[in-house]
């Protein structure tokens, strides 16, 4: 068992920028890391260890050469499978693209490769981001480095993972409930969920287009900020990207680590906590506020009494633009095919490859939305959503009125065991109460992990949502409560994680 | 199956029909509507395609201005109001030409809507209502192979072609036309060819039924006469050419008023027009339970086009087609009728291009009515589609103008146009069809027909001149054709005076 390279990307990228390391040598690390501790965290569907040291090799080069493309020039990061990765296989985690490599490159994965940082390879989801555990993945489950017998969170359960058990200092999520902020809570790791159009959505397989948004997964929030940076705005390729530049999240980041939070009013969302909300996730909530009160911050609570529609609402848009996007899967182009005996018309083969290809909860929700659009349904179904969805959107306008940002748990729960709640769909849902409403209305959040609960000694996370385009916002008071936890703490929390022993391998 | 059909002269004693014409239009865009991908005719299959036209895992759709432009363009000409506000839906079904199993279309927030075309037929004018015009993708195209008809039905496999998926279409449906009687077909007709020649004069489309960049679905239906109803209606798709839709609505007419007549229903269906037979067959079946499940497209923000833009458009826009005819029909001296013919054969442009090319009105309106609309009638193609183009009818006028021609070779050298033996004057010169005015070879032919007509030449020469036809048809027929009629004429009096 080698040692971890349990290094940031932000001293990473200081070391390499102090020539003290090479990135062919950080890159290898972790894919040595990956290789002794994979087999039981799970969190790759696929590694790239050639293409990886490849771009590893020709970063150094640029190094050399005086020709970097940028801070984060060299430093290794792991994609979600469900962002097209041009030549690399991107399945996201369902059976039905088993084996398809996209010709094409994601924008955030083009964005990526012209900063250079090497991609160690596609992390585990829930099949098409559908699910908050990881155990909705065709290819098995990932496992929570901090109790393997527990889930990571998902949708984005891999890149979380990834980062915790420090097989990549970086990771790309996508949160389109909270696959991103979801997983940082349970994982003791960052994640952030861009404005809505931040970040360009081109090449990344939809779930929901109108809620999902790619954005850094991560150990510290300044990693989050630089990565941010790398992968945000204005794309040409998606049209719902915002024509505006992103304002300056590094700033906002160095800014906050002083930990002074003078003039910020916090809003503590009533309807966000309490009930349903587990004790040592509130008690480690209750403390960051006061920590944040006492750094300055000003804190109000707020209502924002849509709120608790919010998962209903979710639960139709979600389904109705998911049943459509994912039509596309019928074996004439790509992906599995499965042909059925006989002498099959097209649409058999159609019927018969989907049955297949598509599992339990993926066709839950095909069904959930086929029928929210049907016509006698619409109305009452995806259109009453959408006038949620605008409610929503109004108590964060008023709310943001009184408040610079908005706070609550992230997740209502720890880490639950695998298979605790993989048969209960409405219970897995819940694990997103707290998230969902940034999506329905296109606000942007960063988890912070908040401390450990008392009672299982698990990772729990505080949740900031600022308005839209005020990503910079969450940077700041983001690392103004990561900088005050760990002066409580005497380091990061991460650092109190078991060691992963790599048994399986 | 062959449907029984009733007279049309007794349809019409009983019901009255009403139809409404759905058009496709393929924009002539330089690329798709949601895709740099190029948007040329006739390229190798799958090779002008990409993630978005493909709709692989992943890709995003982005708007095409110039389409939006087009179409508010075409929605401006047909007099509708431009919307302030629209935005793009899912229609949701299974197919596999569909890459994304759903196309990218406008629903309930049309760009064009609230128009209308007045239609000429037979000096009535009939005004078309307009309810929209909308943006769309075009689908990909399916070729099956290995079954004897080319249709899906028996077929071994299918290949699709995704070069034709994400073409910019504008769909302009009618408002349901009523009160045009007896003569709805020939209505029907007049509208879909006074649309082609506004797009046409937009510049906004080929509008090339045989390329199919020009679709028409036919809705037909009938009710008990005189009781202003409006029957079950029937949707014929797969017309695409301006003869087909007057016989589409003419077959659709009497079909219907059998089963009516029989007391039976007319089922609401989608039925498929066959060219060769002229008949319609049932297609599938389209009713309530057909439901795309349409809804906003999530990738695409709504549109609102400046009001400035519109009207800078609206001050663009070329003479509207009405207006364009009258001043044509006073540039020309056409009469009523033989205007009228003019445009019912969807000549109108044909015409005037040759006039412009230097060929006298009455001279073009000849070639293009007489000898190029029969020849288009006997192949039962589109007179645009023969290819014979203006250039060409002017380039033979004048042949005959200067005398290398006569009427007769004239229309020989049309037979060479037709079956792509190249440009006229090649034409003349590989059938050998000028007019021979070698006067050594006339005489000694002029000679020979009075030898062998002896009893003619006497009447000549006592004076009954009329004769001379008979002796000038022998002197063409030995130099084949290619004599200059009127001198040959002239000789043969000269000799027999």
């Not at chain 1, 940031?8 to 990135?23: F, R, W």
Request: glycine share 10%; hydrophobic share 40%.
């Amino acid at each position: 068992m080698s040692t971890p390279d349990k290094r940031t990307a932000t001293a990473i990228a200081g070391a390499l920028a102090a020539g003290e390391t090479t990135s062919v040598e950080v890159t290898r690390a972790h894919l040595d890391r990956i290789a002794e501790v994979d087999a039981d965290v799970h969190a790759f569907l696929h590694v790239d260890a050639e293409g990886a040291l490849r771009d590893a090799a020709a970063s150094d080069e640029r190094r050399a050469a005086g020709a970097s493309y940028g801070p984060l020039d060299g430093v290794p990061i792991a994609v979600k499978d469900v962002l097209a990765t041009r030549g690399l296989p991107t399945t996201c985690g369902s059976r039905i693209l088993e084996g398809w490599v996209p010709p094409y490159d994601a924008t955030v994965v083009a964005r990526l490769r012209a900063a250079g940082l090497p991609i160690l390879g596609k992390t585990n989801m829930d099949e098409f981001a559908m699910g908050s555990s990881t155990e909705h993945s065709a290819y098995g489950p990932t496992h929570n480095p901090w109790d393997l017998a527990r889930i990571p969170g998902g949708s984005g359960g891999g890149s979380a993972a990834a980062v915790a058990a420090y097989e990549a200092p970086l990771a790309i999520g996508t949160d389109t409930g909270g696959s991103i902020r979801q997983p940082g809570a349970v994982t003791g790791t960052v994640g952030v969920k861009p404005t809505y159009g931040g970040v360009s959505r081109y090449g990344l397989v939809a779930l929901a287009n109108s809620l999902d948004q790619a954005g850094p997964v991560t150990r510290t929030v300044r990693d989050a900020a630089l990565l941010h940076e790398v992968i945000g705005g204005h794309d040409p390729l998606d049209s719902t990207s915002i024509r505006q530049p992103l304002p300056s999240l590094v700033d906002a980041a160095a800014r906050g680590a002083d930990g002074d939070l003078t003039g910020v009013r916090i809003g503590v969302v009533t309807e966000l906590g309490g009930e349903g909300y587990q004790a040592g996730v509130l008690a480690r909530f209750g403390e960051s506020v006061e920590l944040m009160t006492k750094a300055g911050a000003e804190v109000v609570e707020v209502s924002c009494p849509s709120f608790v529609h919010a998962l209903a609402a979710y639960y139709l848009i979600l389904p109705a633009e998911a049943s459509s996007n994912l039509a596309r899967f019928d074996a004439m182009r790509y992906g599995l095919r499965v042909t059925p005996d006989g002498d099959p018309s097209a649409e058999d083969v159609m019927r018969a490859t989907r049955e297949a290809g598509f599992g339990d909860e993926v066709k839950r929700r095909i069904i959930l939305g086929t029928y929210a659009l049907s016509s006698g349904y619409y109305d009452a179904y995806y259109g009453q959503a959408q006038k949620v969805r605008t409610l929503i959107a109004r108590d964060f306008e008023a709310a943001f009125e009184k408040a610079d940002v908005l706070v609550s748990p992230t997740a209502p729960t720890t880490a639950f065991r695998l298979g605790e709640k993989v048969d209960d769909p409405l219970a897995m849902y819940l694990n997103d109460l707290a998230t969902i409403p940034a999506n329905l209305s296109g606000v942007p959040g960063i988890s912070v992990p908040s401390g450990l609960a008392d009672e299982d000694e698990l990772p729990a996370g505080v949740q900031i949502l600022a308005p839209a385009m005020a990503d910079d916002r969450v940077y700041r008071v983001g690392a103004a409560l990561e900088s005050l936890l760990a002066r409580e703490w005497g380091g990061a929390l991460l650092d109190r994680a078991p060691e992963l022993t790599g048994a399986s391998s | 199956m062959t449907d029984a059909l009733m007279s049309y002269d007794d349809a019409l004693a009983r019901f009255d029909p009403a139809f409404g014409l759905e058009v496709h239009v393929e924009l002539n865009t330089a690329t798709k509507m949601f895709c740099g991908c190029p948007t040329e005719f006739g390229a190798e299959p799958n090779t002008q395609t990409c993630p978005t036209c493909l709709g692989l895992p992943g890709s995003m759709p982005v708007v095409n201005a110039v389409a939006v432009e087009s179409a508010i363009r075409i929605g401006l000409a047909l007099n509708c109001e431009i919307a302030e506000w629209c935005r793009f839906a899912r229609k949701n079904y299974f197919y596999p030409d569909m890459p994304k199993n759903f196309q990218t279309s406008q629903y309930d927030e049309p760009i064009a809507f609230e128009g209308y075309m007045d239609v000429e037929v037979e000096g009535e004018t009939y005004r078309i209502g307009i309810e929209r015009a909308h943006m769309e993708e075009d689908t990909g195209k399916s070729l099956h192979v290995g079954g004897s008809t080319g249709r899906i039905h028996g077929a071994d496999h299918s290949l699709v072609d995704y070069n034709r998926a994400g073409i910019p279409l504008i769909e302009i449906v009618t408002k349901p036309v009523l009160g045009a009687g007896e003569k709805a077909p020939e209505v029907a007709r007049a509208y879909v060819g006074q649309l082609r020649e506004l797009l046409l004069g937009l510049g906004v489309s080929d509008v090339r039924m045989e390329q199919g960049s020009l679709r028409c679905d036919v809705n037909l239906s009938l009710s008990p006469k005189g009781s202003g109803a409006l029957g079950t209606r029937t949707e014929t798709k797969n017309v695409n050419s301006l003869r087909s839709v007057e016989r589409a609505a003419r077959y659709e007419v009497q079909r219907h008023a059998v089963v009516l007549a029989e007391g039976g229903k007319i089922l609401q269906e989608t039925r498929h027009w066959h060219e060769d037979t002229g008949i319609t067959t049932s297609g599938r079946e389209k009713s309530d339970a057909e439901d795309y499940r349409y809804f906003p497209e999530p990738d695409l923000v709504p549109m609102a086009p400046a009001r400035e833009w519109v009207e800078r458009l609206r001050s663009e826009l070329p003479e509207p087609p009405h207006e364009r005819r009258a001043r044509l029909q006073a540039e020309w001296g056409f009469s009523d009728l033989e205007m009228r013919d003019t445009v019912g054969a969807g000549a109108l442009g044909l015409v005037e291009e040759t006039i412009v090319a230097g060929t006298s009105p009455q001279t073009a309106r000849k070639w293009w009515l007489g000898e190029l609309a029969r020849r288009a009638n006997e192949s039962e193609t589109e007179i645009g589609a023969l290819g014979v183009t203006p250039a060409h009818v002017a380039r033979v006028q004048a042949l005959v103008d200067e005398g290398t021609l006569n009427d007769n070779l004239a229309r020989q050298v049309f037979d060479g146009l037709l079956a792509g033996e190249g440009e006229p004057d090649a034409i003349v010169a590989a059938r050998g069809l000028a007019i021979v005015s070698d006067e050594g070879a006339l005489g000694a032919a002029v000679d020979h027909a009075i030898a062998a007509n002896p009893d003619v030449a006497d009447k000549i020469r006592d004076g009954k001149v009329a004769a001379a036809g008979a002796l000038i048809g022998a002197v063409m027929k030995e130099m084949r054709g290619q004599a200059d009629a009127g001198r040959v004429r002239e000789l043969i009096l000269e000799k027999l005076s």
